[in-house]
């Protein structure tokens, strides 16, 4: 049986991406990533984390990233669909791309939703053909199964390459993520000016909060 361990990296940042990382490996593959350190990347340095990327992508049996830009996200948002239903509709991805079909494959995805079953059955409805796949969805995943903490670091390692491409355009923004003082202060500094750019999620409430919608502003004075 292969096992297929996903995660992702920049869920809830105001600034840049979601990256989702597949990792699609033997037994004897996942000892491997084992005896290599693998772990959630949040444990792991920056520095690390591009050395053991290389290593994760020679030691896997193959590996798939998707990517959600903020664009996409808002758009999704827009339409009415949440970014849970997004995140399913991108791990359905990276399981269709990599799924064998002719052998049993274990995947085990780190849950983003609070309920698991309620996120996985929504799974499954994006999923091409799920006849040969054991599908575990749970939380701490990445902790517990090193094929997910090595889809963590691709992931993390993904969306830090992004982020590096954006500050050489736009500036250091700080991490991207809402709590961080760089972050806001750019946000304010620069957020209208950039508003097109295509960097921000606007349908993030600390987006709103700092440029609300005037329209629907009028519309709840009238």
Known sequence: MLILGIDDAGRGPLIGPMVLAGVLVTAEQEKKLRSLGVKDSKLVLHSSRIKIAKEIEKI????????????????????????????????????????????????????????????????????????????????????????????????????????????????????????????KNFLKMRGNALKNSGIFRKTWATWKDVFPDKKQKKLFDF
Request: net charge neutral; with cysteine.
């Open 60 to 183: 896997s049996r193959r590996v798939y990233l998707v990517i959600s830009t903020p664009e996409e996200i808002d758009f999704s948002i827009s339409s009415g669909i949440n970014l849970n239903t997004l995140e399913a509709k991108k791990t359905a991805e990276i399981i269709n791309f990599l799924n064998l079909k002719k052998e049993k494959i274990k995947v085990i995805v780190d849950c983003p939703s609070v309920n698991t079953v309620a996120w996985k059955n929504k799974l499954l409805e994006f999923i091409s053909h799920a006849e040969n796949l054991i599908v575990v969805c749970e939380h701490k995943a990445d902790f517990n199964h090193p094929s997910v903490s090595a889809a963590s670091i691709l992931a993390k390692v993904r969306r830090e390459e992004e982020i590096s491409r954006l500050k050489e355009k736009f500036g250091d923004f700080g991490s991207g993520y809402p709590s961080d003082p760089l972050t």
